[in-house]
């Protein structure tokens, strides 16, 4: 496993923080695990949804001429 080296710091409510801490004890992990865990399940998503996607789209690049002032893609 790769030594994990960069911190993290998130501020939580005192609330958050407790609500977090029984999540994680929930799942039988630390908070830190646990954070590392819901990241890791997003990638997951997120990869999940690009593959769906990209049969939607292709590999293209996305259409970088899109401004928000015509809400459209422009033709470059």
Do not use: C, Y
């Not at 992990?29 to 997120?46: D, G």
């Amino acid at each position: 496993m790769e030594k994990l080296i960069t911190p993290v710091t998130v501020k939580f409510s005192p609330e958050g923080a407790a609500e977090l801490s029984l999540l994680a004890q929930a799942d039988g992990m630390e908070v830190s695990e646990f954070v590392r865990h819901l990241v890791e399940l997003k990638k997951l998503a997120e990869r999940e949804r690009w593959k769906v996607m990209s049969q939607v789209f292709g590999n293209e690049e996305p259409n970088s001429t899109f401004t928000r002032d015509n809400k459209v893609g422009r033709e470059p």
